[in-house]
């Protein structure tokens, strides 16, 4: 395979480097996001407690409402993520603090932010999905602190040129409304390759480095090229490198837009690329040019309720989508929460380590019922429809697990199950646990944490988590490798799918289909076109082969083909 030319860092500027998050290039003025706002030096004389309060809580009642708005102009996954922001912002618990703040004598503005950060440190602390989700805690915290100051309202810049983003971390809230013509590249200096930010920048086709540190120092209205494959931003390049890569971007642009039909090698192996869904608009998912769907996450349907959704309520949303979908294939994850994403009427007790605790296909343990109600549904939505409906259970860490479970699909009528493969202890018994189960599907993204023992929330620790990281992709292999043995199917959903170099790598593996957002199906499917299947095999060698996640990415791109990466 030809070896790819890799541009040389400018004479004088600094390249920095971070996480390669999402693919493409950009050339652009930076414009930086603008601190948050802060709390006077001096504290006020707090008014009367009742009032405090009530003003305090009208001011995160008021960030709810401009929240819902903002969502009401959007569809699908956006939609869905400010959604979720609006009910955070009107979350009781939250109120309450706020309250017991400003009745202690705090001002509002304080009550509001000293609130926030108290309830910040036990969502971090409670790890998962409640960690994932405090950072947009101090989103809404920002602007009920500018409403209650009289500050300008946190948001994106807007300098009235297409720019690259440049800020410390961004909050979905700010993600979701990115224009991708005035927005030409993202760079953080924290975050890492799972974090949300990361997948609505590559739903949106927005070139991406996080985890880059250095960025601080990249000034409003400087010149960047940001190259989202590499991981590399290059202040001031200059004119060859500045032509270079935006000629680059419209040949990539070109090659995009004549990527369609079923995804094969070179030689003709299929491999089917599907798209990862949830909460949104099932004919807008339908619409793309996909073979399916490998990941459908469900968990929408139960968080933020005070009961579980009813088998009937369950069965009408997963008709609506599956009717989307006739003639194509569906994976239904199973419910996957558990203590780190709390239900309300799911009862599991204190963890002090909830990633570890009781989640997934472990919440059948203490409420079987959950489980059983919507496999109910989902096999009567599957005879209502022509799709090819799938199930799978996430967090599934034995073959006894996996039997349990294929055995309650069996039982529910459905066809066809298997299980997410995201604990270690699951992908070195991979031979056993394929004999029980109809199909697997890695999850990146889980796999990495505890594999790498790194908090996939922390944003400190973005190299560990690198899906690049040999370890990880030692344990892709053997369970692609007992896939292969037993026949069975191998997938892989977590975010590694995405990248078109590290797909080659995970069907060299042995994936056997890619899922991943929309926008990133045209690039996976170009790149597997040029290669062959034992060329794929090859880069997975380099790749495992390699000492480091950033040495197993450079072999990899120095040997495939060119227009893979340029």
């Known amino acids: 395979m030809a070896q790819t030319e890799h541009p040389s860092p400018t004479a004088g500027a600094t390249r920095l480097s971070g996480i390669p998050a999402s693919p493409g290039v950009a050339v652009g003025p ?74 202690a004598g705090e001002p509002a503005a304080w009550a509001v932010h000293s609130a926030c950060g108290a309830y910040q440190e036990l969502m971090l602390a409670a790890g998962g999905y409640l960690a994932e989700r405090a950072a947009d805690l101090a989103d809404i915290r920002d602007r009920a602190t500018a409403l209650l100051l009289g500050l300008p309202m946190p948001g994106l810049p807007d300098p009235g040129v297409a720019h690259v983003l440049v800020a410390d971390d961004l909050a979905p809230a700010d993600t979701v409304r990115l224009d991708p013509e005035q927005v030409l590249g993202i760079v953080t200096r924290l975050g890492g390759p799972t974090s949300h930010t990361v997948i609505l920048a590559r739903a949106l086709g927005i070139p991406a480095v996080v985890g880059c540190p250095g960025a601080e120092t990249l000034r409003d209205g400087v010149p960047v090229a940001l190259d ?41 192996v299929p491999v089917a690329l599907l798209l990862n869904a949830g909460e949104g608009d099932p004919k807008e998912a339908g619409a793309h040019d996909s073979e399916g769907v490998g990941l459908l996450r469900t968990e929408f349907l139960f968080l933020d309720r005070a009961d579980p959704p009813t088998v009937a309520a369950q069965t009408d949303t997963y008709t609506r989508l599956f009717e989307e979908f006739s003639g194509r294939t569906v994976t239904v994850r199973t419910l996957d929460a558990g203590s780190d994403k709390p239900l309300a009427f799911v009862e599991t007790g204190h963890e002090d380590n ?14 079987p019922g959950l489980l059983t109600d919507q496999l ?32 309650l699909a069996r039982e529910a009528g459905i066809r066809e199950a298997g299980v997410m493969i995201e604990v270690p202890g699951a992908a070195l018994l991979a031979d056993r646990l394929m004999s029980r189960v109809d199909f697997v599907s890695i999850g990146t993204n889980d796999l990495a944490q505890y594999t790498m023992a790194a908090d996939r929330t922390l944003g400190t620790l973005p190299d560990l988590l690198d899906p690049w990281q040999p370890a990880l992709l030692a344990l892709v292999g053997a369970v692609g490798a007992a896939g292969e043995r037993s026949g069975r199917p191998v ?76």
Request: with cysteine.
């Open 354 to 367: 909830p990633a570890l605790g009781v989640r997934g296909f472990r919440t059948s343990r203490v409420h």
């Open 30 to 103: 930076v414009a930086r996001m603008a601190d948050p706002p802060a709390l006077p030096a001096e504290r006020p004389e707090p008014g009367d407690p009742r009032t405090e309060a009530s003003t305090a809580r009208g001011a995160l009642e008021k960030v709810a409402d401009l929240l819902d708005a903002q969502a009401a102009q959007l569809t699908g996954e956006a939609a869905a993520v400010l959604g979720a922001l609006a009910l955070m912002a009107r979350d009781p618990e939250l109120g309450r603090r706020v309250e017991e703040r400003a009745e």
């Open 228 to 268: 989202g494959d590499a991981g590399t931003v290059e202040p001031e390049p200059d004119a060859e490198l500045a032509d270079r890569m935006l000629r680059r971007t419209e040949r990539r642009r070109a090659l995009l837009a004549e990527s369609t039909g079923p995804g094969r090698t070179e030689d003709g």
């Open 376 to 407: 109910a549904a989902i096999a009567a939505a599957s005879e209502e429809t022509g799709a090819r409906v799938r199930v799978m259970a996430p967090m599934v860490s034995t073959p006894d697990e996996a039997a349990d479970f294929v055995a």
């Open 491 to 566: 997938g892989v959903c977590g975010e590694a799918a995405a990248d078109p170099l590290l797909a080659l790598v995970l069907v060299g593996l042995g994936a056997t289909s890619l899922s991943m957002s929309a926008p990133a199906l045209p690039a996976v499917r170009h790149a597997l076109a040029r290669h062959s299947q034992g060329e794929c095999r090859r880069l997975a060698e380099l790749a495992t082969a390699a000492s480091s996640a950033g040495r197993a990415r450079e072999a990899v791109r120095s040997a495939a083909h060119p227009e893979t990466v340029d």
